[in-house]
């Protein structure tokens, strides 16, 4: 029943952000590595492990974002001015809101023991 309301939660707010795309794919499948959330697709993502190396400075802004937000709980000045280079602000209190809402659901799942 989680999974499933998790996934109508996604499809509604999905309408609704504009933080969609692969730069919220790979935030998204950061924050869930971050986690220790064990899904098949996650234990394939190995180039999403924190201390990997990773290519383009948008790449990296994001999974420094998505590392902050996981370890900090907010975004670092640099990292946040280094993000206005790609994003609105907009979407950037849209990234903060999506990688709480799945840090949440992870915790969740490795809560219930329920992959």
């Not at 492990?49 to 937000?69: F, I, M, T």
């Amino acid at each position: 029943r989680i999974l499933a309301a998790a996934r109508l939660c996604a499809r509604i707010l999905r309408g609704r952000l504009s933080f969609v795309g692969p730069d919220c794919d790979l935030v998204l499948r950061r924050t869930l590595v971050n986690c220790g959330t064990d899904y098949e697709w996650a234990r394939q993502e190995w180039s999403l492990r924190p201390g990997s190396g990773h290519s383009g400075p948008r790449r990296q802004a994001l999974l420094r974002a998505a590392d902050e937000l996981h370890h900090d709980r907010f975004i670092s000045e640099a990292t946040w001015t280094d993000l206005t280079g790609f994003l609105d602000v907009r979407r950037l209190i849209e990234l903060c809101f999506v990688v709480g809402a799945f840090r949440m659901l992870a915790m969740t799942l490795n809560t219930l023991d329920a992959q």
